[in-house]
C-alpha cells in the first residue's frame, strides 16, 4: 500500500517511479550529506553551513561535532516554506 503524503511530496523529476513505498519513505526519510544536501536545494555547501550558524537552515541531525546529516523531506519542506509569489513579500 502506497503512503498518498509521500506522493504529494515527491516532484515528478524525482527518481521515484516503479519503485515501493517502502524505498520512497527511505528516499525522503534517509539521512544524506551535506554535500548531498546542497546539491539538492541547488545551494554551496558553505551557504548551506551560513544557514546553519546563523539560523534558519533546514532542520539536520548532527552525528559528531564534524558530521552533520539531513533529510530530503525535511529540505523539501524548508524549501516550500519560502515559496514567494512577489519580491515584496516577507
Same mark, same amino acid.
Do not use: D, R
Given at each position: 500500500? *502506497?503512503? @498518498?503524503?509521500?506522493?504529494?511530496?515527491? @516532484? @515528478?523529476? !524525482? @527518481?521515484? *517511479?516503479?519503485?515501493? !513505498?517502502?524505498?520512497q519513505l527511505n528516499y525522503w526519510h534517509g539521512l544524506i550529506s551535506e554535500n548531498a544536501a546542497a546539491e539538492f536545494l541547488r545551494l554551496s555547501p558553505r551557504t548551506l553551513q551560513g544557514f546553519r550558524q546563523r539560523g534558519g537552515s533546514p532542520r539536520f541531525v548532527r552525528i559528531s561535532n564534524r558530521a552533520v546529516r539531513y533529510r530530503r523531506l525535511d529540505l523539501a519542506s524548508w524549501s516550500e516554506a519560502r515559496l514567494k509569489s512577489s519580491t515584496w513579500e516577507e
Open positions: 500500500m *502506497s503512503n @498518498p503524503t509521500i506522493h504529494a511530496l515527491a @516532484p @515528478p523529476e !524525482a @527518481p521515484l *517511479s516503479g519503485v515501493t !513505498a517502502e524505498q
